[in-house]
């Protein structure tokens, strides 16, 4: 099955920025970038589409963006202004494309973003 690598996570002061990327072995035709912090339910904080339009959380309106780069099978989450809220889990959920293979709804493994001074 194929598998979606994230990375970028880590420690970052307020106001700092992070960018993660989601890495797939196929086209990623469509991907969310969802997030999980301890003690609350996974919410979906940006997502793009097949044709690359993009949605966020009201909540990270203004402060994120996602992005891809096809050549790379890749998709990113440029976080900028980053607030201790949003410290959580970070996962990518991607239906990935490779050839006559279609893989729907796969998960990355997360990686962690805290911020904190």
């Known amino acids: 099955q194929v598998q979606l690598v994230e990375s970028g996570g880590g420690l970052v002061q307020p106001g700092g920025s992070l960018r993660l990327s989601c890495s797939a072995s196929?086209?990623?035709?469509?991907l969310g970038w969802y997030r999980q912090a301890q003690g609350k339910q996974r919410e979906l904080v940006a997502a793009?589409?097949?044709?690359?339009?993009?949605s966020y959380a009201d909540s990270v309106k203004g402060r994120f963006t996602i992005s891809r780069d096809n050549t790379k099978n890749t998709v990113y989450l440029q976080m900028n202004s980053l607030k201790p809220e949003d410290t959580a889990v970070y996962y990518c959920?991607?239906?990935?494309?490779?050839?006559?293979?279609?893989?729907?709804?796969?998960w990355g493994q997360g990686t962690l973003v805290t911020v904190s001074s």
């Open positions: 959920n991607a239906d990935v494309y490779s050839g006559l293979r279609r893989d729907l709804g796969v």
């Open positions: 793009i589409s097949s044709g690359d339009r993009t």
């Open positions: 196929g086209h990623i035709f469509s």
